[in-house]
């Protein structure tokens, strides 16, 4: 392994200079603890420098939890049947959606499972979708994110003219092997295409990988370059959650501390991305960490008391209501944070689709 010198390769990092995929391979690989201190401490000087100390909320609404899917890490994976589901009305979401808005978040994330009674319904059942996708943007008068698997091109250019700002879409790895081990079934370039499509039509886009499933550092340098190369707009990490009654249930689960050094290294070379501390993993105690380590968007706030499940820890902290902003905001007050203001968060959203729409035309010039 070549001879790296950590100050020096923060420093450069801290200046913008250019990073090789080794440079990034080293820094993922960081144990000794005085070199994670100065990680993060590079990282959050990063995040001051794009951001200040603002940062943004994401209500998070999972409305449809029966998926027709099968991939090997969820616990919503078609064939599990050992859970309660449940698929919310378009007035449940409302209200939820509307409860979440009044406490202040800045965004809703409308997330689903692959609905095998929407796919069933066809055309009429995606009108409905998107019906109820634009009374959220209407009623709540905030962006709003999309989260509902590969969905049909025709409907995502719907609700691209509908002017929904973000799509996430997880690859959760770029290596294919890998990935044919977790979205078993599910084809790597078609979800890839998605993601494509939605960024020509002018949506921004969540890419997210998953860490304890198996990949290797060289795999999430790549990863993280494929986030750079794509120009993705928020890059996501979560630490893989073992669920019961799946595939990956005896998989032995991964100390949360690396996910901490990824978001970190996300943040250095993707320095002026958005890149979440989700409260999804390890609830309200894990949240400071992941802010420390660089992260500036808190995502999974949920309002409790409406039945509303979480993805990889499906009901920690949702009804003891401290996946709320009455418990969130008191540790970003401790981490020397605060929560920037709905028209910040807004400003970020539309500066961001010009400076790409800007570096589109210029592209698409370049290739005249
Ligand atoms: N069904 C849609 C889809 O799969 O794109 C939307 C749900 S997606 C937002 C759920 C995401 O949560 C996955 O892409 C994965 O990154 C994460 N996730 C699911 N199960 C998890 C687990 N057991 N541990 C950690 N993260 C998990
Ligand atoms: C989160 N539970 O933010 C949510 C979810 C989907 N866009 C996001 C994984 O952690
Ligand atoms: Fe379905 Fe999404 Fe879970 Fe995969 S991650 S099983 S697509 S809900």
Redesign the pocket.
Same mark, same amino acid.
């Given at each position: 392994m070549a001879d790296f010198n950590l100050t020096r390769m923060l420093n450069s990092l801290q200046n913008c200079h250019p990073v090789k995929k080794s440079e990034i391979k080293y820094l993922l690989g960081l144990f000794d603890s005085e070199d994670i201190s100065l990680l993060f401490q590079a990282a959050r000087n990063v995040r001051t420098r794009y951001f200040g100390n603002k940062i943004f909320l994401y209500g998070f609404l $999972?409305f449809s939890t029966y998926?027709r899917?099968n991939?090997n890490?969820? =616990? $919503?994976r078609k064939s599990n049947t050992m859970l309660p589901r449940y698929r919310k009305t378009q007035n449940e979401i409302l209200a939820a959606a509307v409860e979440m808005a009044d406490s202040g978040v800045h965004l809703i994330?409308l997330?689903?499972? #692959?609905d095998p009674e929407l796919y069933s319904f066809g055309e009429a059942g995606f009108k409905q979708l998107a019906g109820m996708i634009k009374s959220v943007q209407k009623e709540t008068k905030l962006p709003v994110m999309i989260?509902?698997? &590969?969905i049909p091109d025709s409907v995502l250019v719907e609700l691209a003219a509908a002017k929904v700002t973000w799509y &996430?879409?997880?690859q #959760?790895t770029h290596n294919k092997a890998l990935y044919k081990t977790l979205?078993q079934g599910q084809g790597f370039e078609k =979800?890839l295409a998605k993601k494509q499509l939605a960024k020509r039509i002018g949506m921004l886009i969540e890419e997210? !990988?998953?860490t304890?499933v198996g990949e290797t550092l060289d795999d999430l340098a790549d990863s993280i370059i494929w986030m750079r190369d794509f120009c993705v707009d928020q890059a =996501?990490v979560?630490?893989? !959650?073992?669920?019961t009654d799946?595939p990956?249930a005896k998989i032995k689960p991964q100390d949360n501390l690396k996910e901490q050094v990824i978001i970190a290294v996300m943040r250095l070379v993707l320095p002026d991305l958005l890149i979440p501390a989700s409260l999804?993993?390890d609830g309200l105690d894990g949240l400071k960490a992941r802010l420390m380590a660089g992260a500036n968007v808190v995502t999974s706030i949920v309002p409790p008391q409406k039945g509303l499940a979480g993805? &990889?820890?499906h009901s920690l902290d949702i009804e003891e209501s401290r996946r709320t902003l009455v418990h969130v905001l008191p540790i970003l007050k401790a981490c020397g944070l605060e929560p920037a203001l709905p028209k910040e968060y807004l400003a970020w959203t539309i500066a961001r689709k010009k400076a790409l729409s800007r570096s589109f035309v210029k592209e698409e010039r370049m290739t005249c």
């Open positions: $999972y998926c899917n991939c890490f969820c =616990r $919503y994330d997330t689903m499972g #692959e989260s509902p698997g &590969a &996430a879409c997880y #959760e979205r =979800r997210g !990988i998953l304890g =996501r979560m630490t893989f !959650i073992p669920q799946t990956m999804d993993v993805v &990889a820890s």
